[in-house]
């Protein structure tokens, strides 16, 4: 071998060396980056009372977009051709995109309702055609327990693809009570009444106040609407209630509760 050739490779080693050295301490910062914003992202996850799976899960997501930016810095340093790597990455991550879109759609939506908390566990809504109470909040999907003790499982895109009404959030609720009484009854002192009535009521709350409406008048009765708040776990008990309180006050004021009636005239 000729002192050139030594020479030539010398440097070569020389700068292999120089290049493995960068690249390494390439990817030793990268590591120690990743596992940084991995401790924030949780940290930040924690501070705001989000769920902690979620935010391992994206802890890990950014740990591994560092970790894998990092990798390419490196091979890039040493000299790989990384533009067709990243290709070829990119490509796959098409295909699978693709294949797993409705999965995708629904995590993502549950990601949306994991922090921007529309609705909480326990609380009872209504969204994609479904009503009941939330027992747990996936990140693909949301499970509702019905008052008919029916589990109900919704993805979640569904719920974030519509109007989500949620019947708990505010602690209180309004619980309209239709009543209908005989014509001929004083209209005024129907609604004096059923107020009364209402207020004496175990589960009605003072404010807002109870308030009974003059609604219409019916093919067999005039009817009224006693409107009173309840708490939002009272509000299916605080109905019946109030409907047997203005049952057993309208019978001991003497004032007649109809049945629908059919009157037929005989032609002469």
Known sequence: MTPEMIQMWTDKAIEWSLLGG???????????????????VIGMIQKRGLDLA????????????ILGATIIAALGIVGVEVMGLMAVFASAGVAVGLALQGNLSNFASGVMILIFRPFDVGDVITAA????GVQEIGLFATVLHTPGNEKIIVPNSAITGGTIENLTALGVRRAAIPVGVAYGSDAVQVMGILTKAAEGCELVIDDPAVA????GLGASSIDFTVLVWAKSADWVGVQGQVRHACYDALNEAGIDIPFDQVVVHQAS
């Open 22 to 40: 960068k690249a390494l301490l390439v990817l030793a910062v990268g590591w120690v980056v990743s596992n940084m914003f991995y401790s924030r």
């Open 129 to 132: 055609g479904s009503t009941g």
């Open 54 to 65: 979620l935010g391992r899960f994206l802890a890990q997501l950014v740990r591994w977009a």
């Open 212 to 215: 009974v409406a003059f609604t």
